[in-house]
């Protein structure tokens, strides 16, 4: 079965622009959650959804947003782009949960903040 | 805060040499711990899990892990590396069911 697929898998994008990047899960998987890869803080958790419901949310200012729709696809906006939020943006499903299931990810976006 | 730690940054080994990568965590709950791997221009990949039960764990490639709930470890190991091993490896540990916490990282360099 297809995995986990994620577009764009590039993007370079100015200061102060906003970036939407796209996430769908594996066939059937309910939850959706997003992970931030630098070099210099490693793999951080933005937020994950269940069923078009935010379940948790790490530790991002506001301009950091989601969402996920009814067939479990799921987005996530950054609004006013720093050139700190340069990184591996990495999606992963799973069936339940991240409590119940192992994730699943793919990957990944890059986004480049000149 | 919870947090996963990772000592080692960076590992180089020759080939047929044996793996230990260290994984220490600091929650007092029930864990479910992981080794996940990046491969060079691939996306992460799953090594290894621990639920509950025996707490050596085998997985993908060879490799295993040993969860010593005492010492707050999950050490993974694999007796013989190759080349292709050369990879990132991350240990993650979940967080009150709600969230996957990974450490720094190592990076393995196998030397052929």
């Known amino acids: 079965k297809a995995g986990v697929t994620q577009t764009p898998r590039y993007l370079i994008k100015t200061r102060g622009q906003q970036v939407t990047l796209s996430c769908s899960p594996i066939?059937?998987?309910?939850?959706v959650s997003w992970y931030q890869q630098t070099p210099g803080q490693g793999l951080q958790f933005l937020f994950e959804y269940f069923s078009e419901t935010q379940r948790n949310k790490g530790n991002f200012p506001g301009r950091f947003s989601g969402r996920q729709f009814s067939n479990s696809r799921s987005e996530m906006n950054v609004s006013t782009l720093e050139l700190g939020d340069s990184a591996l943006y990495l999606c992963?499903?799973?069936?339940?949960?991240?409590?119940?299931?192992?994730?699943?990810f793919g990957a990944g976006s890059r986004l480049t903040v000149l | 805060a919870q947090s996963v730690s990772q000592h080692n940054h960076h590992v180089i080994l020759s080939e047929a040499a044996s793996l230990e990568l260290g994984c220490n965590y600091s929650y007092g709950g029930t864990v479910n711990l992981f080794w996940y791997v990046q491969y060079p221009g691939q996306h992460l990949q799953l090594l290894l899990k621990y639920f509950s039960g025996d707490p050596l764990v085998k997985g993908i490639k060879g490799f295993e892990a040993e969860f010593i709930k005492s010492k707050f470890s999950f050490n993974l190991r694999k007796p013989s590396v190759q080349w292709s091993d050369t990879a990132e490896y991350f240990c993650?540990?979940?967080?009150?069911?709600?969230?996957?916490?990974f450490g720094q990282g190592t990076r393995l360099t196998i030397n052929p």
């Open positions: 992963a499903s799973s069936l339940l949960g991240t409590g119940a299931n192992v994730l699943t």
């Open positions: 066939s059937g998987h309910r939850s």
């Open positions: 993650a540990v979940i967080v009150g069911a709600q969230k996957l916490v």
